[in-house]
C-alpha cells in the first residue's frame, strides 16, 4: 500500500561528511536532481537518523533532496554523544549545510521533532525557507512530554506502557524521564542499553494506528536505540534548550508569510493533535490538514498521500 503512493527507492548521488564543531562530524546524503529544488529533510527524535525511506517522498526529478544524520546518530559521529548537542547546534548545522552545498534558500520537510527543528531553524532563518512541510507537530513542551512520558499515552498503551516501566524501580516512577537520564548515562552498558531499548520501544508501539513489527525490530539494534533514547532524553531534561515553555509559538509570528503546510494524524497519541491545532491558530494562512484515519507515523497511508501531495505541490515554489 504505502509503496504504491511513494516513490520508488533511490541511491544518494553524493554523500560527505562535515566537521560542524570540535567533536562533531555530520553525515550528509543528496538525492535526486542535483539541478531540482532544494529541500532539506529534517528526521525525528531528535535521534532518530536517516531511513532509506525518507529520500522517496519526493519527485526524484523535480527535487534536489538533503537528507542528514543529526549530531550523535546515524553515520554522524561521535555516536549518541551529547557533549555539544543543542537545538541551537542543530540550527547552526542546517545554515552550515545550506553554505557548504551554495544554495540560496530551500523548502523545509520535517515531522515530529523535525518539526519542532523545522519551525527553530525558519524562525531564526526566516529568510533562508521558501516553504514549509511540518507533519505530527511537536512543540516540545511540559505538557507534550509530561503526556508521553509519564501520564497520559499510558491509558491509551497501557499493554506497551507496562514494558517501558520494567527498566525504572516504582519508588522513581513519579519522574520517568529523570530515571531514565540517570539509567541511558549510566556508566554500566548492561544499564544504558536495556533502559535505551525499553524507551525507544515505547516510542515505536505507540506511533502507529496500526503497529508493525517492522518498526519495534529497528529499534531492537542497540546502537540505533542508544542514540534514539540518549539524544531524545537529553533534549527533553533541557526542555529542548528553549528560553521558555512556549517559545516556538512565541515566535512564529517570524514565519507567518512562509508557504506552510501542516499534516497532523488524529489519532497521534506520541504528538497529540493539540499541539498542530494551537500552531494551526498561529499560522491562519497554513493549510491545515487532520488525517482521520492515521496516528503518528509518515509511514500511514493517509499521511503519506497528503505529504506527497504537498511535495509535488511545493516543488515549483
Ligand atoms: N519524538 C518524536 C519523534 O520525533 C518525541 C519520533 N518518533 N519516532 C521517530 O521520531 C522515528 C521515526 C525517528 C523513529
Redesign the pocket.
Known amino acids: 500500500m504505502l509503496e504504491e503512493i511513494l516513490y520508488p527507492p533511490i541511491n544518494p548521488y553524493n554523500q560527505f561528511f562535515l566537521n560542524v564543531s570540535d567533536i562533531h562530524t555530520i553525515n550528509i546524503e543528496e538525492y535526486g536532481n542535483p539541478d531540482g529544488s532544494p529541500v532539506i529533510f529534517l528526521?525525528?527524535?531528535?535521534?532518530?537518523?536517516i531511513?532509506p525511506i525518507y529520500a522517496q517522498y519526493f519527485n526524484p526529478e523535480k527535487w534536489r533532496i538533503i537528507i542528514f544524520d543529526q549530531r550523535g546518530c546515524g553515520k554522524s559521529t561521535p555516536h549518541a554523544e551529547l557533549e555539544e548537542n543543542t537545538t541551537w547546534d542543530l540550527v547552526s548545522d542546517i545554515e552550515k549545510i545550506r553554505e557548504e552545498l551554495s544554495i540560496d534558500t530551500w523548502v523545509v520537510f520535517g515531522?515530529?521533532?523535525?518539526s519542532?527543528l523545522s519551525l527553530s531553524y525558519s524562525i531564526t532563518y526566516p529568510s533562508r525557507c521558501k516553504g514549509l512541510i511540518l507533519r505530527?507537530i511537536?512543540l516540545l513542551r511540559k505538557k507534550e512530554i509530561d503526556w508521553?512520558y509519564q501520564e497520559g499515552a499510558s491509558y491509551i498503551y497501557p499493554d506497551a506502557w507496562e514494558k517501558y516501566l520494567e527498566p525504572i524501580p516504582v519508588e522513581e516512577q513519579n519522574d520517568l524521564v529523570a530515571a531514565y537520564y540517570k539509567r541511558l548515562t549510566s556508566d554500566n552498558e548492561n544499564i544504558r542499553v536495556k533502559a535505551a531499548k525499553a524507551w525507544?520501544i515505547w516510542?515505536?508501539s505507540t506511533?502507529k494506528l496500526y503497529t508493525s513489527n517492522k518498526?519495534l525490530h529497528?529499534?531492537g539494534d542497540p546502537k540505533i536505540a542508544e542514540a534514539?533514547a540518549r539524544i531524545?532524553c537529553h533534549y527533553f531534561t533541557n526542555k529542548g534548550f528553549f528560553k521558555s515553555d512556549s517559545w516556538l509559538l512565541e515566535n512564529v509570528n517570524k514565519i507567518y508569510h512562509i508557504p506552510t503546510v501542516i499534516v497532523q494524524g488524529r489519532y497521534d497519541v506520541?504528538?497529540p493533535m493539540v499541539s498542530a491545532w494551537e500552531l494551526h491558530k498561529c499560522l491562519p494562512k497554513a493549510n491545515f490538514h487532520i488525517i482521520q484515519d492515521s496516528g503518528?507515523?509518515?509511514t500511514e497511508p493517509g499521511i503519506a498521500e497528503c505529504l506527497l501531495k504537498y511535495t509535488d505541490k511545493f516543488s515549483s515554489l
Open positions: 528526521h525525528g527524535g531528535p535521534g532518530g537518523g531511513e515531522g515530529s521533532w523535525g519542532t505530527g511537536f508521553f525507544s516510542e515505536a506511533s518498526s529497528h529499534f534514539f531524545e506520541v504528538c503518528h507515523s509518515m
